[in-house]
């Protein structure tokens, strides 16, 4: 997913027939380096302009009056929307350009140090594939032609990350480092996220018969791969994830650092998994030195196989075991040696309010917490009720900066305990909290004075000297605001409640700029678009979810600013790991940006 400009705007992916920007151009699915083959003398076969390409022709027109357009255009990406070179002729500059010459290896970009170099290569690689079997490689492939200096720092970008759409990559990935070993010692992530058959017209036996993929060549890559740090797996692999792989990524693998298993659930993982435990509790010595583990959605895992693999995770940051069984037990047992700043423990039934509560107050390995999500579904269990709230509340770290209690028992009694906390936090999950809108309203303004005029509240709102409350007020820093099954929150009390009672909508909530909120509150504000432009907000909708989005002030690319010290722009933030938008509810494990079935998890559902 690619933001285009706007709070939660989204585009999953690029087209490729499209000629892209630098900044739009798709990380390669695979380091084969697809349309290269022998060069003819004097020729070169490739995309890049290197001078030696075969020159386009013109050829005459055929049925329909059409031309033919070469492999080579293809391959550069030129869209029939802007025309062929031959059909839209370019002015030219006929202003001589001096060109200085240097000897080989003497090049200024090839005497950069080899740190700058390397950074300087890697601006061209993006972590999102191109759609379907659009070209890969384009910018990448002009560096390997480049000279020997720049061939080296583009091969160890094409190989730092690794990203595999499909089997057939994958299977041209694996057999070039076999063939190739020292290749393998370069790759430090293994991304399987976007794996999938859809539209390839397989199904799952189809991909089972071609044994691209399987349990066996799985293993072999990492064996071939001994430094790999991260590996990001997927639903769509469950069944190629035998004991045997897992156990080379709990127990051979030195130097891994996160691992994904998001969404795996089929009955042979569940099989392999707790047989890897059953071998892990067999020899209590054994830690793992794994910093971010992601279980998200693996519900059909038993709890005791969390009692086993977290006591041994001693140096654990990232916790993401979001709608599984974990036990208060299992969750207890982490080290006191672990230092999570990321813990997702949304819509787990096995856990009880107190024991999360005990938690999170007590053990020493949550005191510097920056994402939490104890979101609940509430038609099916409620995790947190009112006492937990008053013992939980009080005892989080300012360290925090997103908060999910979606589903919570929040009354506004809570608010004197929650107005503390948006002095720091950027995310507040609120949905299905039993509060009027004045009491959301109270997050974002001073307390109004029985004794003020509305005007007085108006004026001190427009700038006017602050009276009561308003001196010492310190402003929210929350960009976003979840407030779904509210059903205080409507789109006639959002239009309707003038100011101080509602400032929801106004510049002086920000740097507020997205509120979730339900279908039927969105259904109804995607209809007053004239409102909406008069308010300088917009609907914005992707899956299941809806955002009500602020437009972006004075021209900004986002309203991702407070308007004062403009220190910040856009959405991204650094404990968000390269995800651009607000409200995601899955934890990401891996820097990168997002997609493929992750970011489906975090945004979509």
């Not at 869209?79 to 839209?88: K, M």
């Not at 992530?189 to 036996?205: C, I, K, M, N, Y």
């Not at 999910?404 to 720091?424: F, Y």
């Amino acid at each position: 997913m690619r933001s285009t400009g706007i709070a939660q705007s989204f585009l999953e992916s690029v087209n490729a027939s499209i000629a892209p920007k630098h900044d739009q151009l798709a990380l390669p699915a695979s380091p084969i380096l697809d349309g290269i083959g022998p060069l003819d003398p004097g020729a070169c076969e490739c995309c890049c302009k290197c001078g030696k390409a075969t020159k386009l022709q013109q050829h005459p027109a055929r049925r329909l009056g059409r031309r033919s357009k070469s492999y080579t255009s293809l391959r550069t990406g030129i869209s029939e929307l802007s025309g062929w070179d031959w059909d839209l002729p370019r002015r030219q500059d006929t202003r001589p350009v001096e060109k200085k010459q240097y000897a080989k290896g003497e090049a200024p970009l090839e005497k950069l140090p080899t740190e700058v170099l390397d950074d300087v290569i890697a601006q061209l690689a993006l972590d999102l594939p191109p759609a379907s079997y659009g070209p890969r490689n384009v910018d990448l492939v002009n560096c390997l032609l480049t000279s020997k200096t720049v061939h080296v720092a583009t091969i160890n970008t094409l190989y730092r990350n690794i990203t595999v759409p499909h089997s057939a990559i994958f299977s041209k990935f694996l057999s070039h480092i076999s063939e190739y070993p020292g290749l393998g010692t370069l790759v430090r992530r293994l991304d399987l996220s976007h794996f999938t058959s859809v539209g390839l017209g397989r199904s799952r036996q189809t991909n089972a018969e071609i044994q691209n993929l399987t349990p066996k060549t799985l293993v072999k890559c990492l064996e071939l791969t001994p430094w790999i740090q991260e590996i990001l797996l997927q639903e769509n692999l469950d069944d190629d994830i035998d004991a045997t792989v897992l156990q080379k990524i709990f127990f051979d693998l030195p130097k891994l650092r996160a691992v994904d298993f998001c969404a795996a659930s089929s009955h042979p993982f569940v099989s392999s998994f707790t047989s890897t435990m059953r071998t892990l509790s067999e020899n209590p010595s054994t830690m793992i030195g794994i910093k971010r583990l992601s279980l998200h959605e693996c519900f059909t895992l038993p709890g005791t196989a969390f009692g086993t693999l977290l006591p041994r995770l001693t140096q654990l940051t990232h916790l993401e075991v979001s709608h599984t069984r974990i036990t208060n037990a299992a969750l207890a047992s982490l080290p006191a040696s672990a230092q999570l700043t990321h813990l997702n423990l949304g819509r787990c039934t096995q856990i009880s309010g107190e024991g999360i509560v005990d938690f999170l107050v007590n053990h020493p390995a949550v005191k510097s917490l920056v994402y939490l999500n104890l979101s609940c579904d509430i038609s099916r269990y409620r995790l947190l009720w009112e006492a937990d709230i008053d013992r939980l509340l009080p005892a989080l770290p300012s360290t925090l900066r997103s908060l999910n209690l979606n589903g919570a028992h929040i009354h506004p009694h809570h608010l004197k305990l929650l107005l503390p906390l948006t002095k720091h936090l950027e995310e507040l999950g609120l949905a299905a909290a039993n509060l009027s809108l004045t009491d959301v309203n109270s997050l974002f303004r001073p307390a109004l004075d029985n004794g003020e005029s509305e005007d007085q509240g108006q004026s001190s709102d427009q700038g006017g000297a602050p009276t009561g409350a308003a001196k010492g007020w310190v402003p929210s820093t929350i960009h976003y605001l979840d407030l779904t099954s509210i059903p205080a929150i409507t789109q006639s009390k959002l239009f309707h409640t003038p100011a101080p009672e509602n400032v929801l909508l106004t510049p002086s909530t920000l740097p507020l700029e997205v509120i979730e909120l339900g279908d039927k509150v969105i259904s109804s504000l995607r209809e007053c678009r004239n409102t909406n432009k008069r308010l300088g907000w917009c609907v914005k909708e992707l899956g299941r979810r809806g955002w009500y989005v602020r437009e972006p002030i004075n021209g900004g690319a986002s309203t991702g600013i407070d308007g004062s010290d403009g220190e910040q722009t856009g959405g991204r933030r650094p404990w968000k790991m390269g995800a651009m938008w607000w409200g995601m509810r899955k934890c990401p494990v891996a820097w990168g940006e997002v997609g493929g079935l992750y970011g489906h998890y975090m945004f979509k559902k």
